[in-house]
Nanobody
Framework: QVQLVESGGGLVQAGGSLRLSCAAS????????MGWFRQAPGKEREFVAA????????RYADSVKGRFTISRDNAKNTAYLEMHSLKPEDTAVYYC????????????????WGQGTQVTVSS
């Protein structure tokens, strides 16, 4: 049974930082692309960042480039999202996701999803 469990969300002031973690189990972690998505109230789920299986290639949404960093530790079966210079518009539930194919990383067609962790940025 595959499980993705996010942690690290919370309430932070604008300009602050948070580090999200996504612990994976039940799959061969190094065989999967890992992605982070977010969904704000009343909005569709949107792509944030993705990292290839080996960790050598990453991709970001324009809205977070230069502020967020995705990484992974294949030995720990964990993916991370470092978020800096947070803005109120970053407020959302953040989801991690895993997919086998290294294609269409920004689309929501991922194989597995976590339950999400709330990030709230106050102004």
């Amino acid at each position: 049974q595959v499980q993705l469990v996010e942690s690290g969300g919370g309430l932070v002031q604008a300009g602050g930082s948070l580090r999200l973690s996504c612990a994976a189990s039940g799959l061969t972690f190094s065989n999967y692309v890992m992605g982070w998505f977010r969904q704000a109230p009343g909005k569709e789920r949107e792509f944030v960042a993705a990292i290839m299986r080996s960790g050598g290639i990453t991709r970001y949404a324009d809205s977070v480039k230069g502020r967020f960093t995705i990484s992974r530790d294949n030995a720990k079966n964990t993916a991370y999202l470092e978020m800096h210079s947070l803005k109120p518009e970053d407020t959302a539930v953040y989801y991690c996701a895993a997919k086998r194919l290294q294609l269409d990383l920004t689309r929501t067609e991922y194989d597995y999803w976590g339950q999400g962790t709330q990030v709230t940025v106050s102004s």
